[in-house]
């Protein structure tokens, strides 16, 4: 008489496998995130900085443009001896 495999085992690893790839891909995008974020948020900022005439003090002066720059952004900063470009925001934040 032939032994016959149970189906059960091979479902329950593939199941666990299944798990485990969706979490990886979650905890990826959660670490990826924040970069992307900061990225397009300097982007978003270098726009209006490279403007003739721009300068965060000129955004006192005027209304604030919800399409425009965030009021609380102050600058950039660049080292070029150690390759560091960052844009410098008022306030301190989780982010």
């Known amino acids: ?3 016959t495999r149970s189906r059960a085992p091979r479902r329950l690893l ?3 496998e299944l798990v485990l790839w969706v979490l990886g891909g979650a ?3 959660l670490a ?3 970069s992307v974020r900061a990225r397009s948020y300097a982007a978003r900022q270098s726009v209006f900085l490279e403007r003739p005439g721009a300068s ?3 955004r006192v002066i005027a209304p604030i443009d919800p399409a425009g720059p965030d009021p609380l952004f102050l600058g950039r900063i660049e080292i070029p001896r150690v390759g560091v ?3 410098v925001r008022e306030g ?3 982010a």
């Open 27 to 29: 905890l990826l995008v």
């Open 1 to 3: 008489m032939p032994r």
């Open 32 to 34: 990826v995130a924040p």
């Open 85 to 87: 470009s960052a844009m």
């Open 14 to 16: 593939f199941a666990g």
């Open 56 to 58: 965060p003090l000129s």
């Open 92 to 94: 301190v934040d989780d």
